[in-house]
């Protein structure tokens, strides 16, 4: 390939600052973000306190969400301000995925908005991530480079067969005399997660290897190295971090003690951990901020700059969005940048396409997006395209398809209930990608539904398809690998290993994507002509209004062939539920897994509940759907009457309830009623169990606020961890 234009990092303004002392709690396990500490005492003479803010997966999230705890980039901008403020010494960084996989305003402008408000909220360097590659890499190196005032790193992205780089691998700051270095790396997984097309000519290498390299390399340059890591976790456990068997197990354990600092990413997780190092005599901070900006993740570092040592940190994570509301002012310069993108994406979303009878949505456990489960909109957009490569779309002349599938990852948004915009179904699928028709045997159609178990050691353990609804099957959850999927019908018949299906997938999916490499190993494949976000449109226009798919082309077997799916959308749609995937109703030929019915009362409202029980300090879920908007409904737990609140139903007739179930709550059988004005109560059952020491845990919420009181009232360095470290690239 021609050779790369490498990004020339950014000269960056040296900062003066005025000494302040470290007062914040380690919290290992951070399953409770932390509220920012008040502005301490200055330390003594001789320390220099550094503040790094780190964001994560932003994924061009301009806009506030704050029922969903996203402040929007002015808002985090202003909380960058804010801290900056309080201590000069700060520098905010990225671990990743600022741009990609965005929401419309940013899409729309391919991500432009959203570069322009990192520069204006003084984002000093980022990693690459996945996303950064979702145009191409001539993208990320040409147009993205030009546009952004911060360096985008990634050292361990290589021109294709050698180890010559293709991006930054490093940026050096200094901050009051101490000298930073700052390491990029992205996931070694790519090359899967991305259109192999724009990534052609590269190779994605070790992090582990390109970070111990890169820091070696500045060890007598700088004091102090900061991994930039889009690579994360799978869970929030710190003790479960530390262990884990995957890519980032091995990132956390086996990074050299060069490295002083880890910011991490891709997993849209939130934790603030420290480990114990080989070779160093002081933890390791390794963070994470969630996603869409919800969270800073700050690391503290007490710098002694007569030992040239940190002696010092601590970690915590700022949220946002406190109790709905944002926890900060909104910048002005970043607002102003929003407020111009808002206005020119409002008219090319502005265009009606379409009805939809209830919400379509992704699937979700306890409000977090499970991409693992099956899901009313991919189902939904899987239907969209094997339509758009039939005879039935008008602008269609290929040969007709017989199947189609999608990846949870592309799914992006929600579709909301009523009027549907181009804005609603361009955030659902962000990435422009083409549909593609492929020639695929039997045996490698059900490879393809095999392989939504993904390899040991991948960021996901399973990725659920979305497939079209004359596709149904069955499958066993714990099997051996390549033995999940018992049985197979397609149009009510059994899948033929021999026979020729022509599928429709995606582009990213056609080319291996996300590890479904029977996609890439099809005979023969035609490009429709058509993106995916024409595709839906097309379908929506045309099929208007749009009901929900009912969930079961999938369900847990014993091995029969399983009743097909209808096509042809059922008069009483079941939306996927906020709070949880509804679990698929079995078929009649089949052994599954029951999952009680949502109870619906006098008409009025339909109830889901997460859980039919719930234990002591647990919280008990549910959604309600149904509603007119603006209806108030009051929720009460009985026997002795507990009321939960009275709540109103948001645009799309919708309330979610949280409890915490309380000490004095009976363990015991209990009833959720619901009253409205004008309606007939709905009660539904749930059974409240004895608190256990997980059960306890989830009340942490309380017990670290508390926790972080005590410790302010007990004074300075009660949650800090005061070790000491040699200062960087003294020590191999």
Not at 127 to 132: C, I, L, P, V
Not at 534 to 541: D, L, R
Not at 694 to 722: K, Q, R, W, Y
Request: with cysteine; net charge negative.
């Amino acid at each position: 390939m021609a050779a790369p234009r490498p990004q020339e990092p950014r000269a960056r303004l040296t900062r003066t600052v005025t000494s302040c002392v470290l007062a914040a709690a380690l919290f290992p396990t951070a399953l409770v973000p932390a509220v920012a500490a008040p502005v301490p005492a200055a330390p003594a003479d001789g320390t220099v306190e550094l503040q790094m803010l780190g964001v994560n997966d932003v994924h061009g999230r301009l806009e506030p969400d704050l029922r969903n705890g996203v402040a929007g980039l002015p808002v985090l901008a202003g909380a960058v301000a804010q801290l900056r403020a309080e201590n000069p010494a700060t520098v905010l960084v990225s671990a990743g995925d600022n741009i990609g996989a965005s929401t419309f305003t940013s899409f729309i402008a391919q991500d432009s908005p959203t570069i322009d408000a990192f520069n204006a909220a003084g984002l000093a360097v980022s990693a690459a991530g996945n996303h950064e590659f979702d145009r191409g890499f001539a993208d990320l190196a040409g147009r993205v480079a030009d546009e952004a005032d911060f360096p985008v790193l990634g050292a361990n992205v290589y021109a294709e067969g050698t180890q010559d780089p293709v991006l930054p691998e490093s940026w050096v700051t200094t901050v009051e005399g101490v000298t930073i270095g700052f390491v990029g790396v992205v996931t070694a997984q790519t090359p899967s997660l991305v259109s192999p097309a724009g990534i052609a000519d590269l190779d994605f290498g070790d992090p582990v290897e390109a970070l111990d390299r890169v820091s070696a390399d500045l060890a007598d340059e700088v004091d102090v190295v900061v991994g930039l890591v889009h690579e994360g976790a799978e869970t929030t456990s710190c003790a479960q971090i530390g262990a884990a068997d995957d890519a980032f197990g091995r990132v956390v354990r086996e990074t050299s003690a060069d490295v002083d600092v880890i910011f991490s990413g891709h997993t849209h997780l939130g934790y603030a951990c420290a480990f114990d190092v080989a070779g160093s005599d002081v933890q390791r901070p390794v963070v994470q901020g969630g996603q869409y900006g919800s969270h800073l993740a700050r690391v503290r570092l007490t710098w002694d700059t007569a030992a040239e040592e940190v002696v010092a940190v601590a970690t915590d994570l700022l949220p946002t969005v406190v109790g709905g509301v944002a926890a900060y002012p909104a910048d002005p310069a970043v607002q102003a940048v929003v407020t111009a993108a808002t206005a020119a994406a409002a008219e090319a979303g502005a265009v009606e396409v379409g009805t939809a009878t209830g919400a379509i949505r992704r699937a979700y456990v306890d409000g977090v997006e499970d991409r693992g489960s099956e899901s009313s909109l991919g189902s939904l957009v899987a239907d969209s395209q094997r339509w758009a490569t039939s005879r039935d779309n008008p602008a269609y002349g290929g040969a007709e398809t017989d199947l189609a599938f999608t990846n949870p990852g592309g799914l992006r948004a929600d579709l909301p209930a009523g009027t549907l915009t181009y804005r609603d179904v361009a955030n659902v699928q962000p990435f422009a990608n083409t549909l593609v028709v492929l020639e695929m045997t039997g045996s490698q159609v059900r490879q393809a539904l095999e392989e939504q178990w993904q390899p040991a050691g991948s960021t996901r353990p399973k990725l659920y398809l979305g497939v079209s609804g004359n596709l149904a099957y069955t499958y066993l959850e714990e099997a051996e690998r390549g033995a999940h999927v018992t049985s197979v019908t397609v149009d009510g018949e059994p899948l033929d290993p021999a026979a020729t299906y022509r599928v429709a997938v995606n582009s990213f999916l056609a080319s291996g994507g996300d590890g479904f490499s029977a996609f890439a190993q099809a005979a023969a494949r035609a490009d429709s002509g058509q993106i995916d976000l024409e595709a839906v449109v097309s379908y929506v226009e045309a099929h208007s209004p749009v009901t929900p798919p009912v969930l079961g082309r999938s369900v847990v077997g014993t091995g029969s062939e399983p009743t097909p799916v209808p096509t042809t959308p059922a008069p009483t749609p079941t939306p996927t539920p906020t709070a949880g995937p509804t679990t698929p109703a079995p078929s009649p030929s089949v052994t599954a897994t029951p999952t009680p019915a949502p109870t619906t009362g006098a008409g009025w409202v339909r109830v889901d509940l997460r859980t039919e029980q719930v234990r002591v300090g647990g919280v008990l879920r549910a959604t309600l759907t149904g509603l007119e908007p603006g209806q108030r409904v009051t929720a009460t737990v009985h026997s002795t009457p507990v009321e939960i609140g009275t709540f109103t139903a948001d645009a799309d007739g919708e309330i979610v309830v949280a409890w915490t179930v309380p000490s004095s709550l009976p363990v015991g059988e209990h009833r959720l009623v619901l009253t409205s004005d004008g309606m007939d109560p709905v009660e539904v059952e749930f059974e409240v169990l004895a608190a256990t020491s997980e059960a306890l845990a989830a009340t942490g919420a309380t017990l670290a606020s508390a926790l972080l009181v005590a410790l302010a009232l007990l004074g300075a360095g009660a949650g800090v961890l005061h070790l000491r470290r040699r200062a960087a690239g003294r020590t191999a």
